[in-house]
């Protein structure tokens, strides 16, 4: 994704290409985030990157703009905020170009098309940016291919739209997912509106939409589902105070995780505290949300039947899955906001069902919630392929 500086330079200079996008400013969030989207549709399909250049006016003069770290930061927030999706690639740099000092945010294309920023689809039209039409979108969805796709994203060869629960996807997913005015003017079949949404390929259902509004995920994804086990001692061969597998789509699998952590904690009560410091749980039920469902969307779901395991121990709880850390994410940087998605669909699909409020921020959320509340700091553990998490009761 990476362009030189007299790569740049010719684009900034370049008034008539639409593949740049220049704003004066970073003032202009909403105009920035379509941008990013439009130049990660990549409509014309130049199949390289765009830029927007911050620091920039529309005839290509510099608005010496001063370039701080705190501007880049935002800029580079814009991908994982959740208002974009799916997330696209992109790199945020401070760049000195035809002697301007600008801010460059390079977008890569999107493999998986169309990307949406708050439910609408944008698109570059010439020098501009404007809302996608309806055979625009079909354009971009009809680009997805299925051997250059990430697993949750291809087709299921052997289903079809009966194997969803389709009035799930009317009533809860749609309109989570797309903009009410565009909902609206929508006359499209319900396979067209799967394609749209990318869960729907080759007129088969992906396998990210099997996972998450099937009627029978596991038919075709064996290893997705939950093993919760609730131990009355330290070690594996203690007795089972409560054994259960959690199965279906995905929402609900995940209703019932939320009701069986609740379930589980432990309050303590202090008579010597006031009301309102008598209750001490010793797990935060919001820090085992965010473990369990990060998890859940970053787990290898291909290729392996072993499903996520949650295991309630006297000591601990450790939460496991198939699949290793992915892409950019690496032990140094990891739970420091670094984001890449081996299931970028389900990554989307959760977010849109308020599962993930902010991309890249679901471990270091649980870690604060955990320090909060008393309870020691969590365990990380990576091998290859799984993934393990052990948290301790609050002292």
Not at 21 to 35: C, Q, T
Not at 132 to 150: I, M, P
Not at 177 to 204: G, K, M, T, W
Not at 321 to 337: D, E
Request: aromatic share 6%.
């Amino acid at each position: 994704m990476s362009l030189t500086d007299q790569e740049l330079t010719g684009l900034l200079l370049d008034l008539e290409s639409d593949r740049v996008e220049r704003k004066e400013s970073a003032g202009d969030g909403a105009g920035i985030r379509k941008a990013i989207c439009a130049l990660a549709n990549d409509l014309p399909y130049h199949q390289a990157p765009g830029v927007i250049f911050v620091g920039v006016a529309d005839d290509g003069s510099c608005a010496n703009l001063a370039i701080s770290d705190e501007l880049l930061r935002n800029l580079a927030q814009m991908r994982g905020d959740g208002n974009i999706l799916p997330p696209p690639r992109m790199a945020v740099q401070k760049k000195t170009l035809n002697g301007c000092t600008v801010a460059t945010v390079i977008v890569e294309s999107a493999a998986n098309p169309p990307v949406r920023y708050r439910g609408r689809v944008w698109v570059r039209v010439g020098p501009s940016v404007q809302q996608a039409t309806a055979e625009e979108e079909r354009v971009l969805a009809e680009r997805q291919r299925g051997h250059d796709l990430s697993f949750d994203s291809r087709p299921v060869e052997e289903s079809t739209s009966d194997q969803l629960d389709l009035d799930f996807f009317r009533a809860q997913y749609l309109p989570s997912s797309v903009a009410p005015e565009v909902l609206e003017q929508n006359q499209r079949s319900i396979d067209q509106q799967l394609a749209s949404l990318r869960l729907f390929v080759n007129d088969r259902p992906t396998f990210g939409a099997i996972i998450l509004f099937g009627n029978n995920p596991q038919i075709y994804v064996p290893g997705s589902y939950v093993q919760f086990l609730r131990i009355d001692g330290t070690e594996l061969t203690d007795p089972i105070r409560d054994s259960k597998e959690l199965a279906g789509p995905l929402h609900e699998i995940l209703r019932q995780l939320e009701e069986l952590l609740k379930l589980n904690i432990d309050v303590a009560k202090d008579p010597t505290s006031s009301a309102r410091e008598a209750i001490q749980p010793d797990y935060p039920v919001t820090a085992l949300r965010q473990l369990t469902r990060n998890a859940l969307m970053h787990r290898n779901y291909e290729g392996t039947n072993a499903p996520t395991r949650a295991y309630w121990f006297t000591d601990r709880i450790e939460i496991s899955n198939p699949g290793g850390l992915f892409g950019q994410v690496n032990i140094s940087n990891f739970g420091k906001g670094a984001t890449d998605y081996r299931n970028p669909l389900l990554a989307e699909a959760m977010r849109n069902l308020g599962y993930v409020q902010r991309f890249g921020m679901g471990i270091p959320l649980a870690v604060q919630d955990l320090r909060k509340n008393g309870n020691p700091e969590p365990e990380f553990r990576f091998e290859p392929s799984s993934f393990l998490v052990i948290v301790r009761p609050a002292k």
